[in-house]
C-alpha cells in the first residue's frame, strides 16, 4: 500500500464516471488517494482543466475529458501520472509528455478482453449460421436446409496484428485447437511461438479460412489489405473487423462480399453511422455491428480500475501492465 497519498484529479463527470469506476475503483480512490471529484455534472473544458491541474500529481481521464496539450503540462509541475480510463491514449496526451517523467496509463488493453470475447461471439454465429436460422424459424420455415453451419475446431485462423485485442482472441481460440497465423512487422518469431503461433506474411493470412483483423490506424496501415488481398480470402471463409475500418479497402470488401464468397462479420466502417445507402446493408452474407465490439458492462466500469491499480503498482516499485512506454507510443493508434 502507498504511504503517500497523492492528490488524483478525477475527470470524468458523475454520469461517466459511474459508466468506467467500479465502486471498488471509488474505494480505492477514497483510501489511497486525496481524490478531487467532478462534480459540476460536465466535462471539464480546458479553461476549467487549466485553473486545477497545478496542484495534480494524478489525472484520471476518460471519455470527454480534455486534451492535455504542452500548455496545460507547462501548468502541471507536481504532475507524475496520467491514467486513461477509455481506449487509446494517443489523442489526449503528447508525446513529449514521457520527456517530462510523467508516466502514462491507458485502460485501453482493459478493453481488450470485451473485443475478444465479441470476436468470439460473432465467428461462432457466422460459422454456425445463427442470425440465417433465427430469421427461418420466424417467418415459419422450421428447417432450412439452404445452408448449414461449420465447425471452428482445428481451423487455421489468421490475426493481422498482435495488438492487445488479438492477444485477447487468441486465449480464447486455445479450446478450439486451431492453427495460429500471425501477421505483424513488430512481433519476433519468438514471441509468435509464446503466443502458439506462426509468425506470416500478410498474403498467408488472408488465405486462411478464418481471418480477424486487430490493426491499429496507423500511417502504415492505412488501406493495408487491398483488393488484391481480399481477393486471396478463400471461398466460404469468414473474415472479421473488430479494429479501423481504414485497415481495409471498404470498395474493394463489398466488391468482393456482393459475389457471395465468404462471410463477413463488421463493427467498424469508413463512416459512421453506417449510412442507409450502404451497400452492406442488403448483404446476407455479412453480420453488421454498431461499433460495440469493447461495450460491455463489465469491460467499462472495469477501466478507471485497471488505471489506478497500475498507477499504485508504479508508486509502490511493482512492475505495471497498462503503462505506455514511450518505444512502442509510435505503434499505438
Not at 159 to 170: M, P
Not at 218 to 230: A, C, D, F, Q, R
Not at 249 to 272: C, M, P, Q
Amino acid at each position: 500500500m502507498a504511504t503517500k497519498r497523492y492528490t488524483a484529479l478525477v475527470l470524468p463527470p458523475d454520469d461517466r464516471l459511474a459508466d468506467v469506476c467500479s465502486p471498488r475503483c471509488r474505494k480505492m480512490l477514497l483510501e489511497q488517494f486525496d481524490a478531487k471529484w467532478n462534480t459540476t455534472g460536465s466535462d471539464y473544458d480546458r479553461d476549467a482543466l487549466s485553473g486545477m491541474i497545478h496542484d495534480a500529481e494524478v489525472v484520471l481521464t476518460s471519455w470527454g475529458s480534455p486534451n492535455i496539450d504542452e500548455s496545460l503540462l507547462d501548468r502541471a509541475t507536481k504532475l507524475k501520472f496520467v491514467g486513461h480510463a477509455a481506449g487509446t491514449v494517443k489523442r489526449l496526451v503528447p508525446g513529449s509528455i514521457f520527456d517530462r517523467g510523467i508516466r502514462v496509463f491507458s485502460a485501453a488493453p482493459r478493453i481488450a478482453q470485451s473485443v475478444a470475447e465479441y470476436c468470439l461471439a460473432v465467428l461462432l454465429a457466422s460459422m454456425r449460421r445463427l442470425t440465417e436460422f433465427d430469421s427461418s424459424v420466424r417467418r415459419g420455415d422450421w428447417k432450412n436446409t439452404t445452408g448449414v453451419g461449420v465447425e471452428l475446431s482445428g481451423k487455421s485462423v489468421g490475426i493481422v496484428s498482435a495488438s492487445s485485442t488479438a492477444r485477447g482472441f487468441i486465449e480464447l481460440l486455445r479450446p478450439f485447437k486451431v492453427q495460429l497465423l500471425i501477421y505483424d512487422p513488430f512481433l519476433s518469431e519468438e514471441e509468435a511461438r509464446r503466443l502458439g503461433a506462426t509468425k506470416a506474411s500478410l498474403e498467408q493470412v488472408m488465405g486462411c479460412p478464418v481471418i480477424s483483423v486487430h490493426a491499429p490506424t496507423l500511417p502504415e496501415t492505412e488501406g493495408m489489405i487491398t483488393k488484391e488481398h481480399l481477393r486471396m480470402i478463400p471461398d466460404g471463409a469468414f473474415l472479421i473487423n473488430s479494429s479501423r475500418a481504414s485497415v481495409i479497402d471498404e470498395a474493394a470488401l463489398i466488391t468482393e462480399l456482393k459475389t457471395g464468397r465468404f462471410r463477413a462479420a463488421l463493427d467498424v466502417y469508413t463512416k459512421e453511422p453506417l449510412p442507409a445507402s450502404s451497400p452492406l446493408l442488403s448483404l446476407e452474407n455479412v453480420l453488421l455491428t454498431p461499433h460495440i465490439a469493447g461495450h460491455a458492462v463489465e469491460g467499462h466500469q472495469g477501466l478507471m480500475e485497471a488505471v489506478v491499480s497500475d498507477i499504485l503498482a508504479a508508486i509502490e516499485g511493482r512492475p505495471t501492465r497498462y503503462e505506455v512506454k514511450k518505444d512502442v507510443w509510435q505503434r499505438i493508434a
